[in-house]
Structures are given as C-alpha cells and as structure tokens.
C-alpha cells in the first residue's frame, strides 16, 4: 500500500525535533543562570507571551515592562524609571535568547533558527519556554546533518556567520519595538545585543571550566564591529596583586544595573575601574 504524502518524512521531523530538544537541554542543564525550559508546541500559558507577540503587540510589551518593574520593586525595593525596566527587561530576553542559540553552536556547532514565536516568557516568573523547531545549521560531520530541517554549512567560519544571522533576524523586530521605550539609539541596542551574545559564551566557558576557550570562540565570533553589531568582542587580560590573570571586556552598551543598585555597577561596566573589577575578581575566586 502506497504511503500518504509526506507520511515517510514523519520520523525524520520528529528526529530533527529530537536532536535539537536534547541540544537544548544540555545548554539549560549547564547553564544555571539561564531560567529557561523545553516544551511542546500548542497554545502558550495564559501568563505566557511569545517573542512574536513582543515585536507585534504593544500590549504584549507593556506587560513585559510592567512585570520587569514588579520584579525590580520586589528585588530592589523600588520602582525604577519606564525606560529602565525595559532595558532590563530587553537585557534579559536578549541574554536568554542568545544563549539558547550560541550555547548549541559552542556545544555541538549546531546553530538553531530560534524563531519569535518558539520563546515563550512567563511573565509571572520571568521563566522562558523554548519549543524547538527542526531548522538548524551544521558543519558536515555533525550526525544530524542528514536530517530534514539541517542545513548543512561548509566551514566553521560560514557557520560563525550563521549564528551571527540568526542572532539579528531574532532579535530585530524586537529592537525595533522596544526601541521607542528607551532613552537609547540603535547603536546604544545593538551594543547590547553584542554584550549579550558575547557574554553568554563566556558565561558557559565558565560553567564548563573552559573560559580561555570560550573567550577564544566568542573573540572569533565577533573580532570586530560586524553590523549591524558596533564592536567586537575586546577582551583583555587583567592580573592580580599575586599575578593571576583574569578575563575582562567592557560593554559597548549599558544593561542600566547600576540604577537598580547605586552601589555597585556591573563588572563590565565602563563606570567600574580595573582596579575594582581586579578586586572583586579575586574576592569571588577566594
């Protein structure tokens, strides 16, 4: 008996699916500050909005801002500026995000097209939903590139820019959206976007105890201004009273913690000196 069409391809999706839901899950799994969790297709959670619904809803985005500001008043005890909570909400879903697609590019040179609509945030919780898709990019030795939904890339190179592309057409509509809530230009935002995509890598090196090498892949991700991201990657090396050597880079756009709490701005802060940052480096390695 002859096949219905397309009912031969339905394992192979399901496969496809597969490979990127345990690749997923091995990003979540390291990475402990990344709140973030797998889940099936189907209707959002009702406390749920997608990425889509934040590039295209305004409403959708004043939630996003306005459950921000709760969490601010909760953690900082008080109500920060409008354009505040959205810098912070936007650092966070741009750190999130970013790290759910590098993540499986340092991992496995697996780069998901991660689209709007398969992030889901609770805006209760601030808890991200990822429901994978079978669209991802890979070199040809990886054992899925012979799945439906895997495109396979020739070179690490080209496939470094394909994590750049998939970063920028994710991440694009929201920028454009949020961009009228902020006191900051496009290349103000696209410097987060770099922060954010950087620092994510360098975070999972941390988590794996592979920090040179994770500084190594992200320095060749983003050697220079590649637009519409503004700079590159610029780490250098800092060293202790004692000699140790520490990585450190600053940001090209401000994530706004200082205005949450005034006594202390982020470590890679252009407000913090490399003195502070030297000391209190040291004071969380001892």
Known sequence: ??????????????S??????????????????????????????????????????????????????????????????????????????????????????????????????????DLTTGEFEVVPGSDFACLPDDPAAGLPGARVIGHEEALRAELRAAVVDHVRPLIAAIGSHLRRGPRALWGMVADDLVSGIWYLGRMLDREDEAVRAATELLPHGIPPFPGGADFRRLTGPGGRGHHTRTRLGCCLYYKLDRAQACLTCPRTCDAERVRRLEDVDE
């Open 1 to 14: 008996m002859a096949m219905a069409p397309g009912t031969a391809a339905a394992p192979h999706a399901v």
């Open 16 to 121: 496809s699916t597969a490979a990127l839901t345990g690749t997923y899950g091995r990003v979540i799994t390291l990475c402990d500050a990344l709140d973030a969790r797998t889940a099936l297709p189907g209707r959002p959670p009702a406390d749920c909005v997608t990425g889509a619904d934040l590039a295209q809803d305004e409403h959708a985005l004043d939630a996003f801002i306005h459950a921000e500001t709760v969490r601010i008043h909760e953690r900082h005890g008080h109500a920060p500026r409008r354009d505040v909570a959205a810098s912070r909400a936007l650092h966070d879903y741009l750190w999130s995000v970013s790290l759910l697609m590098s993540g499986p590019w340092h991992l496995e040179r697996r780069v998901p097209r991660l689209h709007p609509a398969e992030v889901r945030l």
